[in-house]
């Protein structure tokens, strides 16, 4: 279970809050969007649920691990994937891989394995020798969806996924996300393709100038609006 408690968030000497008084529950097996305009807090609040940021105010906790007080306990039970794949440089792909796998404690048979099956699922193994700044934009981001998928993460959080990759690879990775909801863990991601949100999500939050402004199923969202509304038209509608 995933879940955040009265969390604000302010940069600097800013003077709105970029993330104000968001509440979520998520629970395991559950596949939860996070939609929102440009700016309205989305990576601000998925930074502050891996760690990367603190809080100003409020509690975020993994199955009741709380994630600033116990920091390498809950990053034990998260995968990451970010917006931006910025990864070393200098490192080869393969390096990488290594490096994050020995991170985690991921065990040599088992690393075998996924390496195997997700190098080959996302069309990279022939460009983990080569090192990564020789690497297009998708590229990386497939090698990073590769290394979040090495663990077995109760918590699987990404940060606009389907950007950059191409059709194959985007829907491979739809397959993935779905196949880790059966297995009961938490997937958590930002994105601002509508349809795929639409199509994948169990539950929905919109968050626009930092607070949440709906939440629940397409069933519940749709229950405000018109009936067999699409979420475009509500997005476009509540964030106004
Ligand atoms: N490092 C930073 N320093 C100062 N202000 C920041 C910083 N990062 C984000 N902000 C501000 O915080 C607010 C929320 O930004 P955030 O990146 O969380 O939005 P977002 O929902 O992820 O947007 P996008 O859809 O464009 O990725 C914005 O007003 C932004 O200008
Ligand atoms: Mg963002």
Redesign the pocket.
């Known amino acids: 279970m995933l879940k955040l408690r009265n969390i604000s968030k302010t940069?600097?000497r800013?003077q709105?809050k970029?993330?104000d008084n968001v509440n979520l529950d998520i629970r395991p097996g559950e596949i939860f969007g996070f939609l929102?305009?440009?700016?309205?807090?989305?990576?601000?609040?998925?930074?502050m649920i891996v760690g990367l940021l603190k809080p100003d105010e409020g509690v975020i906790t993994i199955d009741g691990v709380n994630v600033w007080e116990e920091p390498l306990k809950a990053k034990s039970m998260i995968s990451y994937v970010p917006?931006n794949p910025e990864i070393y440089d200098r490192l080869k792909g393969i390096e990488y891989l290594n490096f994050i796998a020995d991170m985690y404690g991921v065990s040599k048979d088992d690393r075998r394995k996924k390496l195997d099956y997700y190098l080959e699922l996302f069309n990279i193994k022939d460009a983990v020798g080569d090192i990564i700044a020789s690497y297009s934009h998708g590229m990386k981001q497939k090698l990073v969806l590769t290394s979040a998928l090495l663990n077995d993460p109760k918590l699987f959080i990404l940060?606009?996924p389907m950007v950059g990759l191409d059709p194959k690879s985007a829907f491979n990775l739809k397959e993935i996300m779905r196949k880790m909801c059966d297995e009961g863990r938490i997937v958590f991601f930002?994105t601002?393709v509508l349809e795929v949100a639409e199509r994948l999500c169990d539950r929905i939050a919109i968050?626009n100038k930092?607070k949440i402004i709906a939440m629940g199923t397409m069933e519940e969202l749709r229950s405000h609006a018109e009936e067999r509304e699409s979420l475009e038209k509500i997005f476009l509608e509540l964030t106004e």
């Not at 929102?36 to 930074?47: F, L, R």
């Open positions: 940069y600097g800013a709105v970029a993330v929102g305009p440009n700016g309205a807090g989305k990576t601000t609040t998925i930074k917006d940060d606009e930002s601002h968050i930092g």
